[in-house]
């Protein structure tokens, strides 16, 4: 069993940079893919950014390529994603999961565990 908790969400203007951290419980966390995935209102919920367990490997949707950076500190039991240049179109609950393999990346049906998410409004 992993409990995942995000935090750093929050309102900021068009432009500006923000940090959203996943922290994560369970000593195997180091063997999880990571992704992040967000869902506005009326939405689907969307792939936004994957890191392999050993962190050597990332994958980002092209909506935020170049933007946003997912990075791990396995040692703190914590993913992070830097989301930079924010745009009103980034605003959503943004949500992290886990899983043990890295198919399917991009794909929410496929990961096993969940965080409760953490709203970013993007104002312009």
């Known amino acids: 069993q992993v409990q995942l908790i995000e935090s750093g969400g929050g309102l900021v203007q068009a432009g500006v940079s923000l940090r959203l951290s996943c922290a994560a419980s369970?000593?195997?966390?180091?063997?999880?893919?990571v992704g992040w995935f967000r869902q506005a209102p009326g939405k689907e919920r969307e792939f936004v950014a994957a890191?392999?367990?050993?962190?050597?490997?990332?994958r980002y949707a092209d909506s935020v390529k170049g933007r946003f950076t997912i990075s791990r500190d396995n040692a703190k039991n914590t993913v992070y994603l830097q989301m930079g240049s924010l745009k009103p179109e980034d605003t959503a609950s943004y949500y992290c999961?886990?899983?043990?393999?890295?198919?399917?990346?991009?794909?929410?049906?496929?990961?096993?565990?969940w965080g409760q998410g953490t709203q970013v409004t993007v104002s312009s």
């Open positions: 890191i392999i367990g050993s962190g050597g490997i990332t």
């Open positions: 369970g000593r195997t966390f180091s063997s999880y893919t």
């Open positions: 999961a886990c899983k043990g393999s890295w198919i399917d990346y991009s794909c929410p049906r496929t990961y096993d565990y």
